[in-house]
């Protein structure tokens, strides 16, 4: 009796998952059927808001739906993050992430977010190496000499940071841990408020983009030492890299990637990843992108969760061994 009963029920209890997941189906074939928003941990104006722009312009022509830029400056880039962690699960919210999202977690406590299982990683983009530069007058002109001298003159050498806690703070950090080394950390709100300082030699280095220092690097002022990638930059081909040098395994890249909610179906998130590696290809982003001394890196979903993981353990071990002082 009761298994008649269960039988003739049965239509009416599993229809609702059956057209639940057909419709899941449809919704990720058809994805997607309304605008997407692209999320931008920084205010417009910043390095991020111009390649924020080419690839919603992108996506947004290969995908037949605008992708529409967001900005949610604010707290390190969490403002941003828990946007994006706290929406649904269905492509509709995505986020362009950087360093900066694995080096939160130190930063602040009571996270809503965790960078890793909380989102669901849809690819690398960009892959950005950065330069070691040093005032003009610092007796070096290699990284080797460069720790020669602060382990000659401890306490001697002031670094320039874009603030405690920062990309190039830990990645400066990086290079005196792996060699016993040491310096002082000056913090700045930004590139720009230390440019003067930097120059006048009142702070003796920095870790900073290719494009930022060009014009200081041309105006003779500061030297640029080494790059912080394994493998050299293509903007600067004859400047070697800091495990060239004698930093051993040293590799510090400002890389940009973009990532979804967690849950989000795998189907969406592999067709995202499919048209960011065919943007990528398109001559117009490549030259776009060599102008700021940045490289396209594709990847798998998965290659781009486990940098994630790699890159907030690598921190995190920094951090606690060097007892570094995550704010100002």
Known sequence: MWLKLF????PVLFSPLLACSVQA?????AYPS????????NSPGASFDRFAR???QKLGDSLGQPFVVDFKPGAGGTIASTYVAKS???GYALLIVSPSFTIAPLQYKDLAFDPVQGFSPISLMTSAPYLLV???GLPVKSVREYIAYAKANPGALNIATTGAGSFNHLAAEWIHSATSSKAFYIHYKGGPDYVADLMTGRVQGVIASVTFMKPLIASGKVRAIGVTSLNRNPAVPDLPTLAEQGVPDYNAINWVGIVAAAGTPPSIVAKLNTEL????????????LVLDGTQAVASTPEQFRQLLVTELGRWRKLVQEREINMKE
């Not at 039988?7 to 049965?10: D, F, P, T, V």
């Not at 309304?34 to 941990?41: Q, R």
């Open 25 to 29: 189906q449809e919704s990720a074939a």
């Open 134 to 136: 040093v005032n003009a």
């Open 7 to 10: 039988l003739s029920l049965m």
């Open 277 to 288: 590696a065919k943007a990528l290809k398109q001559p117009d982003v490549a030259s776009e």
């Open 54 to 56: 080419m690839y919603a």
């Open 34 to 41: 309304k605008p997407v928003t692209l999320v931008v941990p």
């Open 88 to 90: 649904a699960p269905n």
